[in-house]
């Protein structure tokens, strides 16, 4: 349990949640190769899942088209992963919720108590505090692959 009270689900949860998302939003995702947000997301898109960056500039990242908002993303996606500030992260799920997204995770050191109650209450899965590519290895291989 996160210091607040929040529950990340549990590694079969977690597990599962890995093995049935295709199409994931990636919130924060930098142009720049060296940054965490980018690393990760390749890291995804090697594993076959679709990326949809969401970035404030830029047209195309990782040959993605870019959104501004998971608003905006055509028929949405199947999870929101994080890549923003603490400060940012309810004006992030505002967004995820308003999109409807089944899933939302953040990367470490990202917990927003409030936020995730918001969402646990409007039955999407919250995770937060933990890195989507550390747990997609230790859960599934990284040499899994999207069928």
């Not at 992260?89 to 108590?113: K, N």
Request: with cysteine; net charge positive; proline share 5%.
């Amino acid at each position: 349990m996160l210091e607040g009270g929040h529950a990340n689900p549990g590694e079969d949860a977690r597990r599962a949640l890995l093995e049935k998302v295709r199409r994931i939003a990636v919130v924060g995702l930098s142009p720049k190769p060296y940054r965490d947000s980018h690393r990760v997301a390749r890291y995804l898109q090697e594993r076959g899942y679709e990326v949809v960056p969401v970035y404030p500039r830029e047209e195309t990242i990782l040959g993605a088209k870019v959104y501004r908002r998971v608003q905006d993303i055509p028929s949405g996606v199947d999870l929101v992963d994080v890549f923003r500030r603490r400060e940012e992260l309810p004006g992030v799920f505002d967004d995820a919720l308003a999109a409807r997204s089944p899933a939302i995770w953040t990367q470490l050191e990202c917990v927003d108590e409030a936020s995730a109650r918001r969402a646990v209450a409007a039955g999407v899965t919250v995770v937060m505090d933990r890195c989507i590519m550390v747990d997609h290895a230790a859960l599934l291989g990284r040499n899994w692959r999207v069928s």
